[in-house]
């Protein structure tokens, strides 16, 4: 079975316990004995950004699965060179782990989150792919954002005008709306909107080279971090990781 680990937990000595996403059944919590000592069964360690090909049993009286043997088909090496690709790495990973129930496929976001993999490995500027990720893992997840439509008056959103996010209906609203709203998130500058209506559509190839200022990219985060968590109900740990190291 191929896939990746996501999360990794010692458990005494030699064992380890991992949070795997596999291609074709998605999400699922194993057990790995003997993990840091058994080179016959474990001939590369368990790490996150690597694809592995797992034999997995599971006994019937038992929840977790038990990996029997993990060979490492492909790792991304130069994600492990860089703080800033491993923070948006695990970024990525914990919106998956966040965002998915065990126990249910989830082909077309593991393809994506491979896809991910390999332009984060590949790529210098990852602010791009940063956005991109979270808007299109959310997408598969069922929460893509609206950039086209005021969430109260229900009219089209214009790029020239301030449009912020609201709290109470998880969306953007208008200018206008703006007035009776109770409380007011991340107002977007016209550039951030652009950028977000830019990448809610674009190719992953395209995005590699987009450039985002200075200026927009904090409020491109704040937005994106705000409507993450009103849809995943809880915050992402590793978001102010991510900020602190994004211009080292
Ligand atoms: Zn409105």
Same mark, same amino acid.
């Given at each position: !079975?191929?896939?990746?680990? &996501?999360?990794?937990?010692?458990?005494?000595?030699?064992?380890?316990?991992?949070?795997?996403?596999? $291609?074709?059944?998605?999400?699922?919590?194993?057990?790995?004995?003997?993990?840091?000592?058994?080179?016959?069964?474990?001939?590369?360690?368990?790490?996150?950004?690597?694809?592995?090909?797992?034999?997995?049993?599971?006994?019937?009286?038992?929840?977790?699965?038990?990996?029997?043997?993990?060979?490492?088909?492909?790792?991304?090496?130069?994600?492990?060179?860089?703080?800033?690709?491993?923070?948006?790495?695990? &970024? !990525? !990973?914990?919106?998956?782990?966040?965002?998915?129930?065990?126990?249910?496929?989830? $082909?077309?976001?593991?393809?994506?989150?491979?896809? %991910?993999?390999?332009?984060?490995?590949?790529?210098?500027?990852?602010?791009?792919?940063?956005?991109?990720?979270?808007?299109? =893992?959310?997408?598969? %997840?069922?929460?893509? @954002?609206?950039?086209? =439509?005021?969430?109260?008056?229900?009219?089209?959103?214009?790029? +020239?005008?301030?449009?912020?996010?609201?709290?109470?209906?998880?969306?953007?609203?208008?200018?206008?709306?703006?007035?009776?709203?109770?409380?007011?998130?991340?107002?977007?500058? @016209?550039? #951030? *909107?652009?950028?977000?209506?830019?990448?809610?559509? #674009?190719?992953?190839?395209?995005?590699?080279? %987009? $450039? =985002?200022?200075?200026?927009?990219?904090?409020?491109?985060?704040?937005?994106?971090?705000?409507?993450?968590?009103?849809?995943?109900?809880?915050?992402?740990?590793? =978001?102010?990781?991510?900020? +602190?190291?994004?211009? *080292?």
């Amino acid at each position: !079975m191929e896939g990746v680990v &996501l999360r990794l937990i010692d458990y005494g000595e030699s064992d380890q316990i991992a949070r795997l996403f596999l $291609r074709e059944t998605g999400l699922l919590s194993a057990i790995a004995k003997g993990a840091k000592k058994s080179r016959h069964r474990f001939p590369h360690h368990l790490e996150p950004f690597r694809i592995y090909s797992f034999n997995l049993s599971k006994k019937p009286s038992h929840d977790l699965y038990w990996i029997q043997t993990a060979d490492q088909v492909t790792s991304f090496e130069e994600i492990m060179k860089d703080i800033r690709k491993i923070a948006l790495g695990h &970024l !990525m !990973m914990e919106l998956v782990l966040k965002g998915v129930r065990e126990g249910s496929p989830q $082909r077309d976001l593991y393809t994506l989150l491979i896809s %991910l993999f390999k332009y984060l490995d590949a790529s210098q500027d990852i602010l791009g792919l940063w956005f991109y990720s979270e808007i299109h =893992i959310l997408r598969l %997840l069922g929460f893509l @954002p609206n950039f086209s =439509i005021c969430q109260q008056c229900k009219h089209p959103l214009v790029k +020239e005008e301030l449009n912020c996010f609201d709290p109470v209906s998880g969306g953007l609203i208008c200018p206008r709306c703006q007035k009776s709203a109770p409380k007011k998130g991340t107002v977007l500058t @016209p550039e #951030a *909107l652009g950028v977000l209506q830019f990448l809610s559509k #674009a190719s992953l190839s395209s995005v590699v080279r %987009l $450039r =985002i200022s200075d200026k927009s990219w904090e409020t491109i985060a704040d937005y994106l971090t705000e409507f993450i968590t009103y849809h995943l109900e809880r915050p992402l740990q590793s =978001i102010s990781f991510l900020k +602190e190291v994004i211009h *080292l």
